[in-house]
């Protein structure tokens, strides 16, 4: 649920959530301050091997696609598509491929918040509805939702903290390079980014570099 701060935030283990860790801990005491962060820990991280349901994920989403993203981008090395000592072949990579990983990653979160579960008469929690169903209406299933609503002035007070733009930290290519890329795409005939045609976009895209 968005614009809400919830209870807990589990991450796996590592440095580049520290961030995360200190704007979570303030929501939490700014918008929960009954909450005691004893009784109701904030934030919790585990070992990425301990935190299953985030690693059983990559599993869900291999088999939903039936491809493996690792090998689908190494296979541009293998075939000679891409040449990391050429900056043009670098450039085009990171304009591109994470547009069609993040598209491919979307796809998959919508189709799993909204998939219906079978139904498991024995099962604790819910089934025969979709994620988004009993997330949208626990009551429905003796559940409560605990988000608190976030004011909007103290999450941009957060974002302050951070130095750079939303913008800045999801582009990875110069603004020059953007620009020229989205013509050459355009030029091309703006092909979807799938997984499959990730490649052959990008060599039809890269002779307009040399």
């Known amino acids: ?18 961030e995360l860790y200190a ?41 939903y696609v039936g491809l493996d993203i690792k090998q689908i981008i190494l296979l541009g090395k293998t075939l000679r598509y891409f040449n990391p000592g050429l900056q043009h072949h670098i450039d085009l990579f990171n304009w591109l491929w994470p547009r069609i990983v993040q598209r491919s990653l979307d796809k998959f979160v919508d189709y799993w918040n909204n998939h219906k579960i079978r139904t498991q008469c024995n099962k604790l929690l819910p089934s025969g509805f979709s994620p988004n169903y009993v997330c949208d209406f626990p009551d429905k299933f ?13 999450v941009d007070a957060l974002r302050e903290n951070i130095p750079r733009s939303r913008a800045e930290c999801y582009r990875w290519v110069s603004d020059e390079f953007e620009g020229q890329a989205w013509a050459v795409y355009e030029h091309i005939g703006r092909p979807e980014f ?17």
């Open 1 to 18: 649920t968005s614009g809400v701060v919830f209870v807990q935030a589990t991450v796996d283990g590592g440095s580049e959530t520290g």
């Open 142 to 154: 003796g559940l409560t939702h605990f988000g608190v609503p976030a004011p909007q002035h103290f």
């Open 194 to 210: 799938l997984l499959t045609e990730g490649w052959t976009i990008f060599c039809k895209m890269l002779p307009h570099f040399d």
């Open 23 to 63: 704007a979570h801990i303030a929501l939490r005491q700014h918008c929960m301050p009954n909450v005691s962060l004893e009784d109701a820990p904030p934030f919790v991280a585990l070992k990425s091997t301990d935190n299953i349901p985030i690693e059983s994920s990559w599993h869900l989403f291999t088999n």
